[in-house]
């Protein structure tokens, strides 16, 4: 499996900022799906992540409210649309995926980052 996100860059506090991991290798609809982050001197954190029948989702507590995890099969990409963005949201964003069920602690497969910028 291949990952490849985009859809990183500048955007204002309180803006939006829709990032895109397009898979290739096998479905994401058969996959556990995940958006992690890092910024500086921290670890890197799950931010988001997606059963592989789309439904139950789970969202880190930072995020609620405001991050959308979503998938489209036909283009066999997941994204996360990033709403009301903080300036604590600045990090490189990888998505993973995993063959394991929904929750799972076991990415095997990462795209390369893809950084998000905040400016207040």
């Known amino acids: 499996v291949q990952l490849q996100a985009s859809g990183g860059g500048l955007v204002q506090a309180g803006g939006s900022l829709r990032l895109s991991c397009v898979a290739s290798?096998?479905?994401?609809?058969?996959?556990?799906m995940g958006w992690f982050r890092q910024g500086p001197g921290i670890e890197r954190e799950l931010v988001a992540s997606?059963?592989?029948?789309?439904?139950?989702?789970h969202y880190a507590d930072s995020v609620k409210g405001r991050f959308t995890i979503s998938r489209d099969s036909a283009k066999n990409t997941v994204y996360l649309q990033m709403n009301n963005v903080k300036p604590e949201d600045a990090a490189v964003y990888y998505c993973?995926?995993?063959?394991?069920?929904?929750?799972?602690?076991?990415?095997?497969?990462w795209g390369q980052g893809t950084q998000v910028t905040v400016s207040s």
């Open positions: 993973a995926a995993s063959p394991a069920v929904w929750p799972t602690k076991d990415y095997h497969y």
């Open positions: 290798g096998r479905t994401v609809s058969s996959l556990t």
């Open positions: 997606m059963s592989w029948d789309i439904s139950p989702t």
